[in-house]
């Protein structure tokens, strides 16, 4: 299901500025945790918003990607290997990203396995266009038996034996086990001992025609919302709770936790090496063409 919000609060709920003044940004992001963590403050005018209003679109990040494909959104949440392909038409944020550190997507299992019996296997994916999907296709490019699904269903897919093994994401890392689930491997402990470097998820990027001077102000906004978070984890919990699929609060913070660090607030050299890998990988591989665009700001 779509969400559409429109959220014109500022710091001080100002609401007399001239409206001339005031630009109003469409944005998408996902309902999981660690999106609705970090733009919370920007969205309920917690902080200053330099005369920036959003009309949100919250929905699961493959629609987000498949919005993206269609250049549909301003700014948006997007999966790394969805951005391999947008490149020509966004950029990527420093402020906002998904990496993870020596953690990532988990390939599971109904009952105890090895990664090398799920060659011809039924494996249920959360959609083409996932990091998730990308890294699995690197590691082990002959398991190509995919079977594409909402990430929140592939644990009961499992289970249900409408798959031999799943590739979760976000918070089903967290209750897998709780389900009788078995892990076969965590492809961000594989892909960092093969490339050294953080395992890139999600980022956040903006449409390069937005300019500039725009694109700077709202890497600005969100880098001062995801600073907001971290210094008030708490000030979040309704609107994170609205949207978690009633997960329990320590579940949404694990999740927090292992996906919102400090990568989320400034890719730094590292994060942005970590993403050129990535790349390069892809492209050796080839699956994408040589990206001759600039990724970064």
Not at 7 to 34: A, D
Not at 159 to 186: C, M, P
């Amino acid at each position: 299901m779509t969400l559409f919000f429109r959220y014109t609060e500022n710091i001080n709920n100002v609401l007399l500025l001239n409206m001339k003044e005031r630009q109003t940004i469409l944005l998408g992001f996902s309902s999981c945790p660690n999106d609705t963590f970090i733009f919370d403050a920007m969205i309920h005018g917690k902080i200053d918003t330099e005369g920036l209003d959003f009309e949100l679109i919250i929905e699961d990040v493959e629609e987000l990607n498949r919005r993206a494909f269609k250049a549909e959104l301003d700014v948006t949440k997007i999966s790394f290997n969805a951005y391999t392909r947008l490149v020509n038409n966004y950029i990527l944020l420093d402020a906002g990203a998904a990496l993870g550190e020596n953690c990532g997507p988990l390939i599971i299992s109904k009952n105890p396995t090895s990664i090398k019996d799920l060659k011809d296997k039924v494996i249920a994916i959360p959609g083409i266009n996932t990091t998730a999907n990308l890294l699995l296709t690197l590691a082990f490019s002959e398991y190509k038996n995919k079977k594409e699904m909402l990430f929140s269903d592939i644990e009961e897919a499992v289970l249900n034996n409408e798959a031999d093994a799943g590739l979760i994401i976000h918070e089903s890392r967290f209750t897998y086990e709780d389900k009788g689930l078995n892990k076969v491997l965590d492809l961000g402990e594989y892909w960092e001992s093969k490339t050294n470097t953080p395992t890139p998820l999600g980022g956040i990027i903006a449409k390069r025609s937005l300019g500039k001077e725009l694109i700077l102000k709202i890497n600005r906004v969100l880098k001062r919302s995801v600073e907001y978070a971290f210094d008030n984890p708490k000030s979040g919990i309704d609107f994170i709770r609205k949207h978690s699929q009633e997960m329990s609060e320590e579940v949404m913070y694990k999740h927090i936790g292992l996906y919102v660090n400090h990568y989320s607030l400034n890719l730094g050299e590292e994060g942005k090496n970590a993403v050129r890998v990535l790349f390069q990988n892809a492209f050796n591989a080839g699956l994408i063409p040589e990206v001759k665009e600039k990724l970064f700001l």
